[in-house]
């Protein structure tokens, strides 16, 4: 099996954002097979463009199973 090498801090390596279960995000090497329990979430491009998208969605860093049971306790 051949294996492909990433250099996470090339100027010109592209990364997919990817999201799990939890609603937690994450970057992705597009180089790579997608990541076992992450979906990719449409946005592809360098380091810090995947890092600024991520920024400005991921408001709320607590996962969603925490989140949940936060409202329902509240409730």
Not at 24 to 51: I, T
């Amino acid at each position: 099996m051949m294996r492909t090498m990433v250099d996470f801090d090339a100027e010109d390596t592209r990364f997919r954002v990817v999201v799990n279960d939890e609603e937690q995000y994450s970057l992705w090497p597009s180089a790579l097979p997608g990541a076992p329990g992450w979906r990719e979430v449409g946005v592809e491009g360098g380091k810090q463009e995947c890092l600024d998208y991520i920024a400005e969605v991921w408001t709320d860093m607590r996962p969603l199973s925490v989140r949940r049971s936060m409202q329902e306790a509240e409730s």
